[in-house]
């Protein structure tokens, strides 16, 4: 294997280009190591060479990372801990080279990628939206081993370091820049002459003079100071611990690695750092992470795609979802029309619209211009004028069947030839409202999940008569937004309103049995579900909860049928948080408590209430959703468990480090699933029944997976 190139020119800059072959991405693996310390060495002792720009040969990126296929395959510390000390040898080597040394930066740089940056002794990075730098091993359960926790703190500071380290957040050009993490920020056509400019001016340097972190002083002194760091780490400890609730031990461990390295300098904090690392690598937490990984390639890659090009989007109903789709459209280069029935409404999209591009822009996911290049693309109207030339109307008016089906007749009235037309319903049939429609083949299912600027899933509702190229569109354009598509058939609340309503009511109706608000989402958020049931409820809004339990009520049947409590809440003028009523307390939009005066809505005639252990909090509401899962996959509203666990966990984040629902139900094992289920079907009726599916797997021994 050759991935390595380089080429020296007159003035001495030896330019390496990192291209592996066979591969669209860059990745350091084994083999790749191997050949790039070989490399080193040959590098330092040419004495020709004066100064060094490490680049990548790839289009849009410069390196992922590691193998992750290799990580996977660790099974054993040891073999952890060799594979870091083998990495960190050879990132001493290039850190160690007798000439400056710059990596020249554009698209993705993660993980093992910025460690290699990290060694270099300078870095250039492209102002584009697709350069993104991270170290986002606590996302796989694991921690940054080739240096990373020993380098970055000392180049950008404490609290930065920890910034990025603890969360695996990415971090863009503008923060780059301001932390000191890039030396020069420039456009992706000037990368190698900036670069090369600065490895010349640096000659005779091998390491700039000041390795300081960049920032504030007050900030500095206070991240140097050694009683005073000891605070930083003590705080960071603390929202670690309250952020993971022990679910999650790879943040905790990389606190660990960069407090050591501070304190001991040089070569015992790479050791330690390659111990960590090797402790969690071999977890179970770390493999279920790391499947989650893989199960977002596999929406990422597009088995079929779509040949439609689409340009103009046109969006139905300016409110809060409306705003969101119209901002990403817009951000990804369409351009955007968007309708409601009043000016104000328009304008309140419009805004919501602006809100999302200058929050982006805050965090320096786009630049000033793009943000309002982004923006300009959107227009507002009360009429159809301009939807003629949509490629695509997403309609997101209000969840009535009876509006959906005018608009969707009205949009055909103008629209052009082939275009086509998909709701963001997030419980209406499709079929039903195809009914409308003189082209069904064009109607299809576009759920968003709100908000839709952070939620990276988007169910493809296929209705009866939808056409597979309709489909396949909607799947490619989803891509090309950059969210993750599923594909599902249509049927009450399709697959991820349908698992996450019946949980949610069980929390209901547990609370109606005795059980207190704050014990109900306590015992669901150390499960490590991202908010309590009952908080979820507030956020999403009661009302709507209320009239999607209804709808899955007549969709299917008596088994679902909701508890009296939601209801009455609802008709009592509990909505939740967006009238500051509900399960909790809110000033503002702040959460202040739970309101106890939810307890006095619950009707005399539930019958007698008792207190319910956290452990059967957690177990009726997983085994409800597992149950409904199972029958999703015999209704075939989805084919595969797979798909159906990345559904749950980029749709509703059911928890990563469980590594899906039916992984889950899997390592309870389909048998004491079904006892469970019919232990809680005795005591409380048919919504418990096992489906016919997992009883033959608690028979036969088999699993989902
Ligand atoms: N809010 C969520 O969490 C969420 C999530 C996913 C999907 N959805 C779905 O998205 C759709 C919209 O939800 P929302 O939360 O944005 O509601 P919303 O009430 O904020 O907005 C609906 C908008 O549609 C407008 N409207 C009504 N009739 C119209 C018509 N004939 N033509 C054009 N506009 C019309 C209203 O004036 C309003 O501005 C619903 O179908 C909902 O089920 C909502």
New binding site residues.
Partial sequence: MTAFTYEIDKDGIAVLTFDLPGEKVNKLTTPVMRELDALIDGLAANKDIRGLVFRSGKEGNFIVGADIAEIRGITDSAAGERLARSGQAVFAKLEALPFPTVAAIHGPCMGGGLELALACAYRVITNDQKTALALPEVRLGIIPGFGGTQRLPRLVGLTNALDMILTGKSVYAGKAKKTGLADEITYKELLLDRARAMAKKARGKPRPSKVRAKGPLAKRVFEDNPLTRKLVFRIAEKNVRRETRGNYPAPLAALDAVRFGLARKGEEGYRHEAKRLAELAPTEVSKNLISVFYLNETLKKDPMPSPVRMARAGV???????GGIAQLFAEKGYIVRM????AK?VG??LREGWKIFSKRQKKGVLTAIQARDGFDRITGTTDYAGFGASDIAVE????NMD??K??LS?FEQVAKEGAIYA??????SITEMAKASKRPDRVVGM????PVEKMPLVEVVRGEKTSEETVAAIATLSRKLGKLPVIVNDGPGFLVNRILMLYLEEAVTMLEQGATIEAIDDALLKFGMPMGALILLDE??ID?AHKVSEILYRGLGERVKPGVLLGALYKEGYFGKKNGKGFYRYQGRKRTGPDSSVYGRIPAHTGGRAVISPEEIVDRSVLLMIKEAALCLEENIIDRPDLLDASLIFGIGFPPFRGGLLRYADKLGAKMVVEKLEGFEKKYGERFTPPKSLLELAKTGKGFY
Wanted: charged share 15%; hydrophobic share 45%.
């Fill in positions: 139905l109903g300016a409110g809060v979802m409306g309708k409601d029935i009043n409404a309140a999209g997101a008016v209000i969840e509006v959906k005018s608009v009205e709701s963001n319903t997030s419980s209406l759920h968003f999940f709100n999403i809004g709507i």
